[in-house]
């Protein structure tokens, strides 16, 4: 209904923090997913059906992942460590090619093996998608223009584009 009345940027969060699950990982992300899969397949169906998907960009990720080994808890070895070598996102409509799967990890799923995406890019392309160049976006800091998406170039990733 937000989108329908012309609202911009809708986030939508859990106020709880399960999926930071560094001990009974198995549990605390079961449960979140049978929170969360039924709700986000149904605002996808219902964008699509009111016809606003394809000028939404909707956005699915987090900060990190998650290592492929277990984390020694409290709880014995039931968790996992933050992992910022390799990550999963997903977005879907604005302009988002469907069913695209972009990057690969090596076979522990611990580092990006194939097609990286740094997070600078990441925010390049969903700055892309909302209309904005990622070099012209700034704010003036201390004499500087600083960039959301930092001073190494990033790239809008054009692989998933529609």
């Known amino acids: 209904r937000l989108v329908e009345r012309g609202v911009r940027f809708v986030q939508i969060f859990l106020e709880e923090q399960p999926w930071d699950s560094h001990a009974d990982l198995a549990a605390n992300h079961r449960a979140m997913c049978q929170r969360t899969d039924k709700p986000v397949a149904g605002l996808l169906r219902d964008l699509k059906q009111r016809g606003l998907l394809d000028s939404t960009l909707v956005i699915w990720g987090g900060e ?10 409290a709880n014995g070895f039931s968790g996992r460590d933050h992992n910022m070598q390799a990550f999963t996102s997903w977005m879907a409509g604005g ?8 990057g690969v990890t090596d076979e522990f799923g611990h580092s990006v093996v194939e097609n990286p995406v740094s997070v600078h890019d990441f925010h390049a ?3 892309h998608q ?4 990622h070099q012209e976006l ?5 004499g500087l223009e600083e960039r959301l998406t930092g001073v ?3 790239r809008v ?3 998933i584009l529609s």
């Open 138 to 142: 700034f704010y003036t800091r201390s």
């Open 157 to 159: 990733v054009r692989e």
């Open 125 to 127: 392309t969903i700055l």
């Open 130 to 133: 909302l209309g904005l160049h």
């Open 64 to 73: 990190f992942g998650r290592t492929p080994t277990t984390q020694k808890s």
């Open 152 to 154: 190494n170039p990033p």
């Open 95 to 102: 302009g988002i090619k469907g069913g695209t799967t972009y």
